[in-house]
């Protein structure tokens, strides 16, 4: 009987090896459960909705590839001469009420669905380049800005603190404030801003960021403007535009050089890079997200078909990490709301 | 029907491949599902291997009710010969329920279901919020039943090798005695 004791001391091991890897016990890094209580717990979080970036809308056209992308990549989207596109518009709070004026960050996701059964989705915002560079900066940021429950303000310790540790968020928090807001969404410029590899028919591979160029030319709008302008003020311009006919964006890569920061996406990568139009985006039909086909697919950018690759950008797999929890939870939410997202 | 002493070389050779790969399985999906970095690659892993077991356990489960299985010791206690029926056929619910789950689960939520290169398997369900929201809790709750009943059949394992010695743990282990 005295073997027992090894036996349960086997059990005891092996029992706590799977709760540490699980994160039950012991201290963990960053999770993407932890990123999302945060999100969830400021602002005006409603059940149902995205975690960030709550409001949206839905839009639905297609793409259509350049003969330039084929040489570029395997993807059977740089290739299939037209492919069906779901996508959203998003504003970047989690207020999916906030007024569109109020915004600094819109956000445009894609899905197209290729003939040979794959799948990519696209995940790409109005900044030209990330807030910070790692996620756990980001969180950090994210945290610094919350209200300290004793004054019922941010500490501004903090925060000054996390700049000179982190002088990209500065140079985030510039763009925001000063940077331009148009008067559409149509003629947004959306980038993605995490790098990714794309793999060509020789087995040659390439690291490229992208963007949707609009068509439609920026009409920049004051302050005051986007003060006084209506709360949905975005979704109503883009149902008058399209009522006269699709907008067009054109999607652009960049390709990297040689000591181009690929795992950063904070930082730009040079406007001298190589640039490639590889297809146009056009957008046909709007349509709001509460019964769109877009409110129940989760944007996760490493839904990737071959040809294309995921870089080693950890922000990129913090956001795929990120919005998987993010889905959880508020399919979660639809599901005993019978459905619906409120 | 002459019951043989030992499992046949078929049972014992997928027990013990499957005893590998549900493990690895469990440790795969509890990191992946906290990691922020190595999600994708792991998630990449866990589908095919999933469907792997899937396959595996529909040839083991044939196999088990088509071949006589060695008896369990005449001297077992009933509550313990309950136990070791009990948590057997709990086993293969689960290693037969958990692929099926997974896989009807990345159907609800409208994902890829994505095997290896470009190779994808068709949705089982059709692309529900009602019906993820339900089924993506599942998979994990079962995931830790799963690891429950392991756990339990590998001290119960260990309980006939060292502490009754009885032949149990050698069905399993070894070939037909001589």
Redesign the interface.
């Known amino acids: 009987m005295l073997l027992l004791l090894p036996i349960a001391l086997i059990l005891a091991l092996v029992g706590a090896l799977f709760a540490w890897v699980g994160g039950w016990i012991g201290t963990h890094d960053l999770t993407p459960q932890k990123m999302m209580d945060l999100a969830q717990s400021s602002g005006k979080q409603q059940p149902g909705f995205r975690r960030a970036h709550s409001k949206g809308i839905c839009f639905d056209g297609t793409f259509a590839p350049t003969p330039e992308a084929a040489k570029l990549s395997t993807a059977r989207a740089f290739s299939q001469s037209s492919i069906a596109v779901i996508g959203r518009f998003s504003a970047s709070s989690n207020n999916p009420y906030a007024p569109d004026g109020a915004s600094p960050v819109r956000g445009m996701a894609v899905q197209l669905k290729t003939d040979d059964g794959q799948d990519w989705r696209i995940a790409m915002n109005s900044f030209p380049f990330f807030a910070a560079s790692t996620p756990q900066a980001f969180q950090q940021m994210n945290e610094a800005g919350t209200p300290d429950p004793a004054t019922g303000k941010p500490d501004p310790g903090k925060m000054q603190a996390l700049l000179a540790a982190h002088p990209e968020i500065a140079a985030f928090q510039a763009w925001a404030k000063n940077a331009p807001r148009s008067d559409s969404l149509g003629n947004t410029q959306f980038n993605g801003v995490n790098a990714f590899r794309l793999t060509d028919g020789q087995g040659v591979d390439r690291m490229v960021r992208w963007s949707m160029r609009p068509r439609t030319t920026f009409v920049a709008m004051s302050a005051e403007q986007l003060k006084a302008a209506d709360v949905n003020f975005l979704a109503t311009d883009l149902d008058r535009r399209l009522a006269g006919g699709p907008l067009v964006w054109d999607m652009v890569l960049q390709i990297a050089a040689p000591g181009d920061p690929i795992t950063d996406p904070s930082k730009a990568w040079p406007e001298t890079r190589q640039q490639v139009a590889i297809g146009t985006l056009t957008l046909v039909h709007a349509e709001p997200q509460a019964n769109g086909p877009c409110r129940d697919l989760n944007f996760d950018p490493l839904i990737l078909p071959t040809g294309i690759a995921a870089s080693d950008d950890p922000v990129l797999h913090a956001r795929s990490a990120a919005y998987s929890v993010s889905f959880n939870r508020r399919e979660r939410e639809i599901s005993v709301q019978n459905g619906s997202a409120r | 029907m002459n019951r043989p002493r030992h499992f046949n070389l078929l049972a014992r050779l997928l027990h013990w491949a499957m005893a590998l790969a549900i493990f690895s399985m469990?440790?795969i999906g509890?990191?992946m599902?906290?990691?922020?970095?190595?999600?994708?690659a792991l998630l990449a892993l866990h589908r095919p291997l999933g469907i792997a077991i899937l396959l595996l356990a529909i040839v083991r489960l044939i196999n088990r009710l088509a071949r006589p299985v060695p008896p369990l010791p005449v001297d077992l206690p009933p509550i313990q010969k309950f136990a070791a029926h009990a948590s057997h056929w709990l086993l293969y619910g689960l290693m037969l329920a958990m692929p099926l789950i997974g896989w009807a689960m990345l159907s609800a939520?409208?994902?890829?279901i994505t095997m290896f290169?470009?190779v994808?398997l068709p949705a089982i369900l059709p692309?529900?919020?009602?019906?993820?929201?339900?089924l993506?809790?599942l998979h994990g709750v079962l995931a830790y039943l799963l690891?429950l009943t392991i756990?339990g059949h590998?001290?119960a394992a260990?309980?006939h090798a060292?502490?009754r010695r009885d032949e149990v743990f050698a069905q399993m282990a070894e070939g037909e005695p001589k």
Request: avoid cysteine.
């Open positions: 469990l440790f509890a990191a599902v906290v990691s922020l970095r190595y999600r994708d939520g409208g994902y890829p290169g470009g994808h692309h529900s919020p009602v019906i993820y929201g339900w993506r809790p690891f756990l590998l001290g260990l309980f060292w502490v």
